[in-house]
């Protein structure tokens, strides 16, 4: 099996650049250069704030764990999300951020994520309902929206215990949406030619989205806040009632508003995006989907598909691990040099970006054993990761507290949809990643789904 999925062919660095000015492409993935794959440490091409990249992964360890807070959160990336989840654990560092952090931990403890799986299930059930319909009809329709509406109800019901049926849940997906398709945080101009630690002025349409999705939060947070509410047992309950382990202080209303608004965000589109090309995968390779089937018949049977079943499943959750190393949904984690610095021996200024993508990273052959290939038995072989070298959810202090509600629920999505359905698709060799605020296929991927006989 050599199965190869798509990425952006890389150019030399100068025809490359050329290329994405003239084309007024937006996507940072198809500018990388050929030398973005190989260096190790080193400065990208010429900018004026520079950039530098780091693909070594013990120097990727070392920068993300940071003990003496040289490398904060890049700026670029903070002023994306101010104006949404200016003050949440996601953006602040320092001590504002270790406050946060403790405080919000708890609410993606072990014991909540067994929780969750309640939430999960009845997620897919009422998408299993939708997709039913499309076999039924033989319709066409889109894999990465179906994927979205999918993980967008699983969160909510996580989060705040309602489904995604009710307005509100739908109008703060739909204002997600716009914030995503005109957030600037990706402006290649901007990244080239911009000042380190300039403000970054956002359009009508995005300034428009954050208020209308805070509004949305705030009104859906106003009951819980009442006096004498009922306590909820979810995740905003967890996080209301959350407090300052020294001064015992709860967060404050703006501050809920923020962390629950980067759950929302950063807990959907990340699983939606792998998802939505593990599913673009295994419709081209049903040997690997026969394989998944194989794994939950042996450990299921006929019967649902329960948590500890989820867990047993180490071929799929190795599918989904080699989808994130393929297609990392978060496809750079940029950092930038608070002061003076060095890394492996290279001198950074204060305001030099510090790349450091999950993208690259993971598609480096020296990281990785025939890097472009699509192999999830690589994870069952000894040596093939070293600390570092895979770094989809992150590392060091700052890695993803949803990691092991994702990685559950995407093992359980594969699993359900694989034994029901076989997938088709209708445009394959269209298919085109692109880095916006997740990695995404440039356009919608077309498909159709057969109920697979029982
Ligand atoms: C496949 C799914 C996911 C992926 C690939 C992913 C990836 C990441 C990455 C790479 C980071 C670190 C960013 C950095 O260091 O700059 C991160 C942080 C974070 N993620 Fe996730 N994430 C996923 C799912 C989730 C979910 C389900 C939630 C919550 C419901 C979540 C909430 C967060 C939060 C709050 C942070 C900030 C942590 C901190 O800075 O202390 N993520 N995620």
């Known amino acids: ?69 040289v490398f904060p959160k890049n700026d670029l990336m903070v002023g994306a999300l101010e104006g949404l989840v200016g003050q949440s654990l996601f953006v602040t560092s320092g001590e504002t951020w270790r406050r946060q952090r403790r405080m919000i931990d708890p609410a993606f403890s072990h014991m909540r994520v067994n929780r969750s799986f309640e939430a999960m299930q009845a997620g897919i059930d009422t998408y299993e309902a939708v997709l039913d319909v499309h076999a039924d009809s033989g319709t066409t329709f889109s894999l990465d929206a179906a994927m979205s509406a999918l993980t967008a109800d699983i969160i909510c019901r996580t989060i705040f215990t309602q489904s995604l049926a009710s307005q509100t849940a739908r109008d703060v997906f739909a204002s997600f949406g716009q914030f995503e398709r005109h957030v600037a945080n ?13 403000p970054i002025p956002q359009s009508r349409a995005v300034l428009d989205a954050c208020a209308r999705i805070r509004g949305h939060i705030d009104d859906l947070l106003s009951p819980r806040l009442e006096p004498g509410a009922p306590a909820i047992d979810d995740i905003v309950g967890a996080v209301i009632a959350a407090t300052d382990p020294d001064t015992g202080a709860p967060f404050t209303r703006s501050e809920l508003i923020d962390q629950i608004g980067v759950f929302f965000l950063a807990g959907h589109e990340t699983t ?23 794994e939950i018949d042996a450990v299921a ?18 599918v989904f691990r080699e989808g994130m190393r393929l297609y990392p949904p ?23 970006m510090v790349m450091i993508a999950p993208w690259l990273v993971h598609r480096s052959p020296a990281n990785w054993r025939d890097a472009d290939r699509f192999d999830p038995d690589r994870f069952t072989r000894d040596g093939e990761i070293t600390p570092g070298s895979y770094i989809p959810f992150g590392l060091g202090p700052r890695i993803c507290v949803g990691a092991a509600f994702a990685t559950i629920e995407s093992t359980l999505i594969l699993a359900r949809l694989v034994r029901r359905y076989d997938f088709s698709l209708l445009n394959p060799d269209k298919v085109r990643p692109v880095a916006r605020l997740t990695t995404k296929p440039a356009d919608e991927i077309l498909c159709r789904i057969a109920l697979r006989p029982d």
């Open 272 to 294: 939606a995006s792998v998802l939505t090309w593990l599913f673009f995968i295994l419709a081209q390779l049903p040997q690997i989907a026969g394989r998944i089937r194989a």
């Open 1 to 69: 099996m050599l199965y190869r999925p798509p990425a952006p062919t890389p150019r030399a660095p100068l025809p490359g650049l050329i290329h994405a000015m003239l084309s007024g492409e937006r996507d940072l993935l198809s500018l990388l250069p050929d030398i973005a794959y190989t260096t190790r440490v080193g400065e990208l091409g010429r900018s004026r704030r520079g950039i530098m990249l780091v693909n070594d992964p013990a120097w990727v360890a070392r920068v993300l764990a940071d003990p003496e807070g």
């Open 330 to 352: 978060i496809t750079f984690i940029p950092r930038v040099a608070q002061r003076d610095t060095e890394i492996a021996g290279k001198k950074l200024r204060r305001g030099m």
């Open 301 to 318: 049977g006929d019967g649902p598909i329960l948590l500890e079943h989820t867990k047993q499943l180490a071929f799929t959750r190795n």
């Open 186 to 198: 990706t402006e290649i101009r901007r990244l080239l030619f911009g000042r380190p630690f300039a």
